[in-house]
Each structure stands twice: as structure tokens, then as C-alpha cells.
């Protein structure tokens, strides 16, 4: 397994490594250093969410104040179950990472060695600018908060505490069961503290998925290639040319190759799936609700620009991490969807029949395209889904301004 470990540090793919290595979700490292770093994101994180749990408790009657509270406490929601289900799927991620070097590794024409390397390339570029886009509005809402408890009026009777629990320069409700006055800076470390680390979480398991993606896009290029020069390109697959049907034309070694290209790929996808298919069901649905009151909440503070830009930078952030992951699963249906349009306009006429037989069946899997859910297929993700969402949350914020 050091193989592979040295083959992404060496690779486009670095980042992947480097992000999960961070979460402890990089299955190519030992399972002591996994656990270590499993330990200190239960201690510092789990005991960042009880206390924001028990912040929340002591206002559940304020509907409003409770209200107010969704946005990070869901944000809490969709980092922990990402890292939860990062942590029970991690052989199927190993299984995935161990593919992509195959594939990488596998000999292929330079043209789709180019193809795979320009997505490869792209896949780390996306990825970068993600993470950075993502932790930058994390790190404008964390100076926000932070701005908003040296720029906040002390209460005139000298109370130590604000309404509802919610003190200035702490981002989220929160009981420590101590006087927050005497303890504030080490209690504003540790609450910004959880706010980036749980970004940091969902930024390395959301750039996988961005990666994987890519990889699978890659995929598909390369094997639109292969169909469509199937008269042109020697079959450099040592496997294939080493049986019988090195004795066939080009084309058919092509569409013999090819099938079994396509089907890596349709189980590349199916893999990943069940891999991302909680998550993304937990956070399409936390984001639809998150989004509203989000809306709200900008809406309601108009008048204070500390304020404004403080849910402004979480709506934004969410927006952006909204797009990116249902445009990464509309990329997979419409690269899964081309594969057909390029085995149809191949010269398949010209074919031996025996390659024509075999290309129906690489047409007949590629006329339904393969898709990205969550809760198991119960959300495909899409553009459509991207507009449904956004929607549906505009009806909770006019809900939520009637109120």
C-alpha cells in the first residue's frame, strides 16, 4: 500500500491526500495515527457540539431564538455525519483510490493519456480553488464573530451575559457551565476552533467527491476516444493483444476494450454512490432549511453591517458548496449520457459483426445515464435538483417573514 501512498503524493491527486490525512480518513495510513487523529476530533469537536447542545436547550421554548440557532447547529449535523460515514466507508474509498492508480498506471494511447491528465490536472485545480473559496468564508465568518464581541456594547447594569445565552464574539449559543466573562478567550478559541476544524472536515471529504468525479469524467473522454478512432488506434493493452484477438482488425480490439473500460467505469460510479449516498441525502436536506433562515436572518439585520456580513458569508459559502456539489453529479449524467452519442457515431458500418453486436451492448448501458444520489437515489444530483433546492428554501423564507 505504500505504492499507492507515494503515487498520490507524486500525483495531480496530492490534495485528496493531504486533506484526508488531516481528517484521518486516508486509508493508506497506519491505524494508530487514524485513531490519534480520530480521538483529538471527538475531543476537541464533540465537546464543542454538547456544549452547543446544551446552549440550545435552556432557549428551546423561544421559538424564535431557536430558530436562530439552526444554521450551526446543522452545520454541526452535515460535518459529523460526512466524517462518520467517511470513517464506516473507508475501504470503498480505498477501493477507489486503489482504481484510479490502476487506471493511471494501465498503458493507453498518448491521447488518452493526455485526456487523463488534463482531468486529473483540472480535478486538482477545482479542488484547490473549492477548499480555498469554502475555508475563506469560513475564516471572514469566524473574524465577523470575532469583530462582533470587540465592537458589541456592554449591557448597562452590568449583567455578563446577553439574551438567550447568545454573547458577542462566540458564534453560537453555547454553555460551558462557567461565567463566560471570566473564561471568554479561551472559550472564543475553542468555539472558532470548531467552527473551522468542521469545515476543514467537510472540505477534504467534499474535494474527494470532486475528485472522484473528475477522475470518472476523465474516464468517459478517454473512452468517447477510443470509439471514435476505433479504426485508428493500435490496442496497446498488453492483456488483449496477448489473446486471440490480436488476430482481429482494430476495431473490433477497440470495442472489446472499450466494453470493459465502460464497465470500470459504471462500477467506479456505483461505488462512489453508496460511498456518498447518506451524506449527500443529510446535506441536501439540512442546506434546504439552513438556506432559509439564513435568508431571514440577512433580511432581519439590515441595519448592522457587522451582522450582514457575518450571515452573509455563511449564505454565501453554502450557495457555492450547494452548486458545486450537484454540478459535479449533472457532469457525471452528461459524460455517462455522451458515451452513447459517440458509439452511434462511430463507423460502425464498416465494423466486422461481431464488433457490431458488441457495441450495442456499450450502447445499450450508455442510453440510460448513470447518476450521483443521495439517500439512495431518493436526490439525484443535478441542476434540477440545484433549482429545487433553492426553491423549496425560498418558500420557508417567505414562510418565515409572514411569521
Known sequence: MNNVDRFFQRSH?????????????????????????????????GSGYVFEIMGIAEIWRDTFALVDSVPLLFLGIVGYSKVICAIYTLPKIKILLIKMQKYCLSPKSDEEYKIQQSHALYGRNLGIAYTSIVLGHAALFVFTTILGGFTAKKPKDGVSSIANNLYPGIPYRINYMVDVDTYFIPICIHTNTCIISVMVLICAFDTLYLSLVEHCCGLFAALRFRLEHAFELENNDSILTCTTTSKKNKSYSNVVYSIRRHA???????????TYSIPLFIHMGCTMLVLSVLGYQVLTNMG??????????????????????????????????KVFDSAYNTEWYNMPIMARKLL????????????????????????VTFNAILRMSMSYFMLLRSV
Do not use: C
Not at 264 to 274: D, G, L, N, R, Y
Open 13 to 45: 491527486y496530492n490534495i485528496i491526500r493531504v486533506l484526508l490525512s488531516l481528517s484521518g480518513t486516508w486509508p493508506f495510513h497506519t491505524v494508530v495515527r487514524r485513531y490519534v487523529i480520530y480521538f483529538a476530533i471527538a475531543l476537541v469537536l
Open 304 to 337: 448592522n453591517l457587522n451582522l450582514v456580513l457575518h450571515h452573509s458569508s455563511y449564505l454565501n459559502g453554502l450557495l457555492i458548496n450547494l452548486f458545486f456539489e450537484n454540478w459535479q453529479g449533472q457532469k457525471i449524467i452528461d459524460s455517462s449520457e
Open 264 to 274: 470500470e467505469a459504471i462500477q467506479f460510479v456505483t461505488i462512489m454512490e453508496s
Open 360 to 383: 450495442i451492448m456499450i450502447m445499450m448501458n450508455s442510453k440510460k445515464p448513470l447518476i450521483v444520489s443521495g439517500g439512495h437515489r431518493f436526490i439525484v444530483m443535478s441542476y
